[in-house]
């Protein structure tokens, strides 16, 4: 069988896998959806202009489409790198022709397909409950897919790192909340200490933020794409996806690295 075979073949039994699993194909399209319901309608914009959530609604369509790009490939690869673990199957996986990065390229695309579903969802939720004015850019694509390949990787080193399917998810958690709300997804470093701002920029988060934010984002009455005083790569979207690509490959290699290959 070819490369292209077998990766094929593996993409199809993990898609089984995922959609059989009812109450993780419930929770990976319904996480995302309260978020956009609470932080969309209920968390209102303080009328004074300060705080969290004043900026415009489709500012922070980045934001969720964050969420879904962080938590979705970081918890199902690691949690899947466990389950394998646990259930003895690397070791059948070494006597097939399949290698590690076959079988986490098939894990990638599976994620791929589930958050674009997902990033579907989001655009049309935010639009129906914000009424947020989102542009069409044809970015959005390859954010998806970098995003995911680089959450997927590192998904694939804590699931090598943590010794059950319970430490993979409390390590997945530990991570991927400090990355949320520290990546310019809901919080403007303005509202950051000015000694940890800089630290904003160490996460690969930012990164797809911030470029997909300025892809996507036209603030009202303008037709500049909105900005801040970023420093490195500014906010220009191509450069934050050169880094997001590069970021991506990085994670994604010390990711095939990382999957075992006996138990």
Not at 33 to 57: C, H, K, N, S, Y
Not at 199 to 212: D, E, H, K, M
Request: aromatic share 12%; with cysteine.
């Amino acid at each position: 069988m070819s490369r292209a075979g077998r990766v094929a073949a593996e993409t199809r039994a993990a898609w089984y896998a995922f959609v059989r699993r009812r109450t993780a194909v419930f929770f990976t399209f319904f996480f995302p959806v309260i978020i956009i319901l609470i932080f969309g309608a209920l968390v209102r914009t303080d009328p004074t202009g300060g705080g969290l959530f004043t900026e415009p609604p489709g500012y922070y369509v980045a934001g969720y489409l964050a969420v879904v790009v962080l938590f979705t490939p970081l918890s199902r690869v690691g949690s899947e790198v466990a389950r394998h673990r646990d259930g003895n199957r690397f070791e059948k996986l070494a006597t097939t022709p399949l290698s590690r990065a076959e079988w986490l390229l098939a894990q990638m695309l599976v994620n791929v397909a589930v958050v674009g579903l997902a990033a579907v969802l989001v655009f049309g939720l935010v639009v129906a409950v914000t009424g947020a004015g989102v542009a069409a850019s044809p970015l959005v694509v390859p954010y998806l897919v970098a995003g995911v390949a680089l959450f997927c990787g590192l998904g694939a080193v804590l699931g090598r790192v943590a010794d059950s399917q319970d430490g993979v998810i409390a390590a997945a958690n530990g991570v991927a909340l400090p990355l949320l709300f520290l990546s310019r997804t809901f919080v403007p470093p303005e509202l950051l200490p000015a000694w940890f701002r800089p630290v904003v920029a160490l996460s690969p988060l930012t990164y797809f933020a911030r470029g997909l934010r300025a892809a996507t984002f036209r603030p009202p009455g303008t037709l500049a794409t909105y900005r801040t005083g970023d420093a490195l790569v500014g906010t220009d979207p191509t450069l934050n996806l050169a880094v997001l690509a590069a970021l991506a490959v990085g994670f994604f290699a010390a990711g095939a690295l990382a999957v075992p290959t006996t138990n």
